[in-house]
């Protein structure tokens, strides 16, 4: 089992910016991909950002936020710049464990509201 603790968040205007972080506990040295999904209010949860051995970034958020995972400390953080109120979503903090199991942890979510 791994556990998730998400931090940061809040409410910032457009164009500002914020950090989420994340810190993984239990069986960590199971763990493969680490990043963020999101979910808006009326839609499905999507990916932001995942680090493993490559990154990946959804389109939309391309070029203003950046994912760190620092793996002797089993955090992963994200840089959010240049907020959108589009953006505006609870993150996750997500973990999936490498072969043979692929098992998928999830944080408790965290608010980030952009105003206009």
Same mark, same amino acid.
């Given at each position: 089992?791994v556990n998730? +603790?998400?931090? #940061?968040?809040?409410s ?6 914020l950090?989420?972080? =994340?810190?993984a506990s #239990?069986k960590?040295l199971s +763990?493969?991909?680490m990043g $963020?999904? @999101?979910?808006?209010?009326?839609k499905? @949860?999507?990916? +932001? ?8 970034y ?7 936020f950046?994912?760190?995972? /620092?793996?002797?400390?089993?955090t992963? /953080? *994200?840089q959010? /710049?240049? *907020?959108?109120?589009?953006?505006t979503?609870v993150?996750? =903090?997500?973990a999936?464990?490498g072969?043979?199991?692929f098992f998928?942890y $999830? ?9 206009p």
């Amino acid at each position: 089992q791994v556990n998730l +603790v998400e931090s #940061g968040g809040g409410s910032v205007q457009a164009g500002q910016s914020l950090r989420l972080s =994340c810190v993984a506990s #239990g069986k960590v040295l199971s +763990v493969n991909v680490m990043g $963020w999904y @999101r979910q808006a209010p009326g839609k499905e @949860r999507e990916l +932001v950002a995942t680090r493993s051995s490559y990154t990946e970034y959804a389109t939309s958020v391309k070029g203003r936020f950046t994912i760190f995972r /620092d793996y002797s400390k089993n955090t992963v /953080d *994200l840089q959010m /710049d240049n *907020l959108k109120p589009e953006d505006t979503a609870v993150y996750y =903090c997500y973990a999936k464990n490498g072969f043979p199991d692929f098992f998928q942890y $999830w944080g408790q979510g965290i608010q980030v509201t952009v105003f206009p």
